[in-house]
Every structure is written in C-alpha cells, then in structure tokens.
C-alpha cells in the first residue's frame, strides 16, 4: 500500500532563515508526490509536484522540493522564511491506480516567528 | 483565475439529519473528489466520480453517503443520516489531467 509519512508535527524556523519540512513515501513504481498548503480557514493551495524529470521541483511562493529516490523522501524547502510562510503542509503521493487519488500525510504545522 | 468553490462553509446539524454539501467545479475539469479531514487528522480520500458515475470509493464511503452531478456544474455530496463522527471538514476536487484543485471546504459539525 501506497503512504506518506511526515515525521514532524511542528516546524519552528525564524524569518529569514532558510526552512525544511520533512516527508518521506512509500510507493510501488514510479511515485508521483505533491505538496499542498493550507491557510486557516482556507482551502488546500497546490505548491508544486514531482513526476519525472530533474529531482529539485521549483514552485509556488519560493517552494522547492528535492526528489531523492534513494532515501525515498520528498522535502519541502524554501531558502528565506517569510511568517506569511506560517500555515499547515500537506505532502500527498498519487495512488498507482487510474483514478490517480491522493494519499496524504499528516501534515506539518510551520511557524515562522518574527 | 477559476478556482472550485464549496457551499455551505459551514454546516451544523443534528445527528440522524441529512445534509447536502455542494461543490462546483472549475468547468473543463472532468475528474471529481471529495475528500474530508476529521479535525486533528490526516486529509482521508472518500470518493471520485468520472463520467457520470462513482470511479472509485472508500471504506468510509458507505451505504448513509452518495454523490451526484445534478447538472452541468454542481457536484454534490449527500449524507443521509450524519453520525456524530461525520463531524470534519469535506473538501471537494477536481482535475483536468494533472493536479487536483480544491475548494475551501465545508466544516461540518455534527451535534
């Protein structure tokens, strides 16, 4: 079966400092991994996704992923923390089967203080 | 920008009630979802809906919930008798090909 784990339940980075939230997956073949944002009261924002191709996955809001298929893991970086940054993350992996649902982790509360 | 949009945002009812929650989704998406998120817990897949019909369920996804698209741009997600555990926040999705794009959610609370 197809998870995602995300080991932290709370990130605390201080504005300006570079920022890492953790995921890791678990997938038979080819994963397909996404990272969601979601700000309180609000919806869950695309970042950005990794299909295939070059293994650091720029996207929105100055997000990057690096993709490392050795240590199957899938983390979400961003070099200078904002505390517009401070919101919840979602790491999801694509299931294997045609109707290409989400599975997802945890999520991981970031806090970025002034 | 189109975007998918939820009504209610917020939904109370009492238990046994039945209650509709309505989605519409960004209009040349043809792959549907709802998901839902039980406060404290991971986001749970329930159900996607293709062609008109149910293309994959989950366990969760029992006999007391149903999906339609009524027409040509709502989607809606029915539960016939709300348990006390249905209380969570239900998103709704939907995709043209690549990503899925949610709506805000509705918050449902069961009493």
């Known amino acids: 079966a197809q998870s995602v784990a995300q080991p932290e339940d709370q990130v605390n980075v201080a504005e300006g400092n570079p920022l890492t939230v953790k995921c890791t997956y678990s997938v038979s073949g080819n994963p397909y991994l996404f990272w969601y944002v979601q700000y309180p009261n609000r919806g869950l924002q695309f970042l950005l996704k990794y299909i295939t191709g070059d293994n650091l996955v720029k996207g929105s809001y100055g997000f990057e992923a690096e993709f490392n298929k050795s240590q199957t893991s899938f983390h979400l970086k961003k070099p200078s923390a904002l505390v517009s940054d401070s919101a919840l993350y979602f790491c999801?992996?694509?299931?294997?089967?045609?109707?290409?649902?989400?599975?997802w982790g945890l999520g991981t509360s970031l806090a970025v203080n002034p | 920008e189109p975007e998918v949009t939820q009504t209610p945002s917020h939904q109370v009812t009492q238990m046994g009630q039945e209650v509709i929650l309505r989605c519409v989704p960004i209009?040349?998406?043809?792959?549907f979802y709802w998901y839902r998120q039980i406060l404290g817990q991971k986001v749970e897949f329930l159900v996607s809906?293709?062609?008109?019909?149910?293309?994959?369920k989950s366990e969760i996804f029992d006999d007391q919930f149903s999906v339609e698209r009524p027409d040509g741009s709502n989607f809606t997600l029915k539960i016939r008798s709300t348990k006390l555990e249905d209380s969570a926040m239900y998103f709704c999705a939907s995709r043209e090909d690549g990503e899925q794009f949610f709506g805000p959610g509705t918050r449902l609370t069961v009493l």
């Open positions: 209009s040349n998406h043809l792959y």
């Open positions: 999801a992996v694509r299931d294997a089967g045609n109707n290409r649902k989400l599975i």
């Open positions: 809906f293709y062609n008109n019909e149910i293309s994959e």
